[in-house]
C-alpha cells in the first residue's frame, strides 16, 4: 500500500527526507568527472577526431584516453590514405587509430567511404561503369578490412550543393552515376558490414534550410523505400559566421522522426570564454532533448592541431588545459564541474595576483609598478586592472598593453603572457595628478 507522505508518521516522514538527501549527496560524489564517462550517464557517446601523428605525443593520448569514448580517424581513412591506387589498399595509419580507439574500449566512427574531396585522381577519370565497380570495390575493401570494428560508417559525405538549391553536388560519383550513387553505396555497405551503422554525414544542414531539406527529403524517401540508411551526421563547424542555429535542436528532431539515430560529427565552433562555451552548451542540450542523437563528436583534441587552428574552436587549448567551453560541455552533460574552475586540468587552480608600488613621484606626476605573480600553476596569460582617480591620468604604460573603458585601464602582456608557477613580472605607468596625488585603485589579476 502506498501512503500519501502527509499521513505518515513525523518519524517516517523525517526518514524519508534523510535518504533522499543522502542519495543526492552519493549521487553528486560519483558524478561523472570526464566527457566519455558524463556523456555515457546520460546514455550517449562523446568523441573526439584522432590524427594517428600525434598517437606519440603522451599529452594528446592522455587526453584523449581520459576523456572520450569514441574516435574518428580525421584524415586516415579517405580514399586517397586508403587506396592510392586501383585496388592498392593501404590500413597503416588508419589501423593505428582504430586498434588504439579499440583497445581502451572507445568506439570507431569510420570517415568516410564516398566523397568528392581527398579523392585520388585515378577516381575521377574512369568512365560510368568503371567508375561504379570501384565504388563497390572501395567500400567493400574498407569496411571488408574493418568488419565488426566500427560503430557507424559515414557511407556518403557532402553530396548536396550549399545554397538554396537543394541539389546535388557535382562530382564524378554525382555527375557520371547519377542520383542513385548514394543508394547504391548504402546497399553495398549494408551487405559489406551488417553491423555497422550507415550513415549520410553534412555540414550547413545543421538548421532547417534548402540543403537540410534536401537531405531529409532523400532519408525519407530512403526510409520509405528500404533503401539501408541508420544515421544522419551533423557535422556543426561553427563560427561567427555560421552559428548553432536557432533551430538546431527541431532539425536534429525531424530526423529523428524519420526514424534514424541523428550524430553530432564534427562539432568544433571558434571563439573563447563564456560565449564560446554557452555556443557548445546549446549544441550539448539540443543533442540531449533528443531522444535518437546518440552521441557527439569534437573534430580534434586540441586546438593546436585543429583544422582551423586560428579560430581555437575545441575543447582543450594548445597546452591540453581544459578551456571554459570543457567546464560547459561537463556540466551540460551532467558531469561534475571542475573544483579548481575553467583552464585547469585538475592541478592547482590557474591564479596570480598584482601588487603596487609608487616608483617615482614629482610635483605634477608619478610612476606606478604592478607586479604579477602567478599562483601555484603555471599561467598562459593574464590581465589586470588599474583604475586612477579623477582628475588624475594615464600618460603612458611599458611592459604591458592597455585597453580603456571609462576610468578603468586594462593591462594585458604586451608579448608572452607565460609565467612559471610562482614567478613574476612588471608593468609600469606614468600618471598625470591634475592637483591629485591620491593611489590608483589596482583591480584583481585574472589568469588563465
Ligand atoms: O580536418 C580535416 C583536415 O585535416 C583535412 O585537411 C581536410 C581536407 O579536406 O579535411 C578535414 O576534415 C573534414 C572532414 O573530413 C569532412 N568535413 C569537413 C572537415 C573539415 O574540413
Not at 547519377?178 to 551488417?194: H, K, L, V
Not at 549520410?200 to 533503401?227: E, I, P
Request: one cysteine or more.
Amino acid at each position: 500500500m502506498t501512503m500519501p507522505l502527509r499521513r505518515l508518521p513525523r518519524t517516517a516522514a523525517a526518514t524519508l527526507v534523510t535518504l533522499a538527501a543522502l542519495t543526492t549527496a552519493a549521487h553528486s560524489a560519483v558524478a561523472a568527472d570526464t566527457l566519455g564517462s558524463a556523456a555515457a550517464g546520460q546514455g550517449r557517446y562523446f568523441g573526439t577526431a584522432v590524427a594517428a601523428n600525434h598517437l606519440g605525443e603522451a599529452d594528446y593520448t592522455a587526453t584523449l584516453d581520459r576523456e572520450f569514448t569514441s574516435a574518428t580517424p580525421e584524415n586516415e581513412m579517405k580514399w586517397d590514405a586508403t587506396e592510392p591506387g586501383r585496388g592498392t589498399f593501404t590500413f597503416g595509419a588508419a589501423d593505428r587509430v582504430v586498434d588504439h580507439a579499440r583497445s581502451r574500449g572507445a568506439d570507431v566512427r569510420g570517415h568516410t567511404l564516398v566523397w568528392h574531396s581527398q579523392l585520388p585522381s585515378w577516381v575521377g577519370a574512369l568512365g560510368a561503369p568503371d567508375l561504379r565497380a570501384a565504388m563497390n570495390t572501395h567500400i567493400n575493401g574498407l569496411m571488408g578490412h574493418y568488419k565488426g570494428q566500427i560503430h557507424s560508417w559515414d557511407v556518403v559525405n557532402e553530396a548536396f550543393q550549399d545554397g538554396g538549391s537543394g541539389a546535388r553536388r557535382s562530382s564524378p560519383f554525382q555527375d557520371r552515376l547519377g542520383d542513385g550513387f548514394i543508394e547504391e553505396a548504402f546497399r553495398t555497405a549494408r551487405a559489406a558490414d551488417p553491423a555497422a551503422k550507415l550513415c549520410y554525414n553534412d555540414y550547413n544542414t545543421d538548421g532547417v534550410n534548402a540543403k537540410s531539406n534536401a537531405v531529409h527529403a532523400m532519408v525519407k524517401d530512403f526510409k520509405s523505400r528500404g533503401v539501408p540508411i541508420d544515421c544522419v551526421g551533423f557535422q556543426s563547424h561553427f563560427n561567427s559566421a555560421s552559428p548553432v542555429p536557432a533551430d538546431y535542436r527541431q532539425n536534429l528532431q525531424r530526423f529523428a522522426d524519420l526514424g534514424v539515430d541523428v550524430q553530432i560529427t564534427e562539432l568544433d565552433i571558434e571563439g573563447s570564454g563564456s560565449a564560446q562555451a554557452a555556443a557548445y552548451t546549446r549544441v550539448v542540450e539540443a543533442c540531449l532533448a533528443v531522444a535518437r542523437c546518440t552521441g557527439i563528436t569534437v573534430w580534434g583534441v586540441t586546438d593546436k592541431y585543429s583544422w582551423r587552428s586560428g579560430g581555437t574552436p575545441l575543447l582543450f587549448d594548445g597546452d591540453y588545459r581544459k578551456k571554459p567551453a570543457y567546464d560547459a560541455v561537463l556540466a551540460a552533460l551532467g558531469g561534475s564541474g571542475d573544483p579548481d574552475g575553467p583552464g585547469d586540468p585538475g592541478g592547482p587552480a590557474v591564479t596570480c595576483t598584482a601588487a603596487y608600488t609608487r616608483t617615482a613621484d614629482w610635483s605634477s606626476g608619478y610612476n606606478g609598478q604592478v607586479t604579477i605573480t602567478a599562483g601555484a600553476a603555471p599561467v598562459s596569460s593574464w590581465t589586470a586592472t588599474v583604475t586612477v582617480p579623477a582628475p588624475q591620468s594615464v600618460s603612458s604604460v611599458w611592459n604591458g598593453t592597455p585597453s580603456r573603458a571609462g576610468d578603468v585601464m586594462t593591462v594585458r602582456p604586451s608579448w608572452n603572457g607565460t609565467l612559471a608557477a610562482g614567478t613574476s613580472t612588471t608593468f609600469g605607468f606614468t600618471v598625470v595628478k591634475n592637483g591629485s596625488s591620491a593611489a590608483p585603485t589596482v583591480g584583481g589579476c585574472t589568469a588563465s
